[in-house]
């Protein structure tokens, strides 16, 4: 079966960097439109960063742009998110998540596989 692990999170002072890594087995990883996402405690869980299956396109929420990149390595079966100009704002537990279907999309519901999640903690 498919599966993401995620990697890479940790405590952050504002303004710092961070880079996860999320690697997916289990399937043709090529074939996947990849996608971030983050929930804080109390929070519904929302986008950060998409990218299509080849990495031609790739998206971002108003409230990472500029900030955050998310990049992928389709020989190593790995999608990057790196994080700068970290925010307190930022804390929250981050996931990977892959779809099938054409076309990427902001909307956790249109996932349908999902890594555990890594906490990303930025201190003030």
């Known amino acids: 079966q498919v599966q993401l692990v995620e990697s890479g999170g940790g405590l952050v002072q504002t303004g710092g960097s961070l880079r996860l890594s999320c690697v997916v087995s289990g399937g043709t990883f090529s074939s996947f439109n990849m996608g971030w996402f983050r929930q804080a405690p109390g929070t519904e869980r929302e986008s950060v960063g998409v990218i299509s299956w080849s990495g031609d396109n790739a998206y971002y929420a108003e409230s990472v742009k500029g900030r955050f990149t998310v990049s992928r390595d389709n020989a190593k079966n790995t999608v990057y998110l790196e994080m700068n100009s970290l925010k307190p704002e930022d804390t929250a537990v981050y996931y990977c998540?892959?779809?099938?279907?054409?076309?990427?999309?902001?909307?956790?519901?249109?996932?349908?596989?999902w890594g555990q999640g890594t906490q990303v903690t930025v201190s003030s």
């Open positions: 998540a892959a779809r099938r279907s054409r076309g990427v999309a902001m909307t956790p519901q249109l996932y349908m596989y």
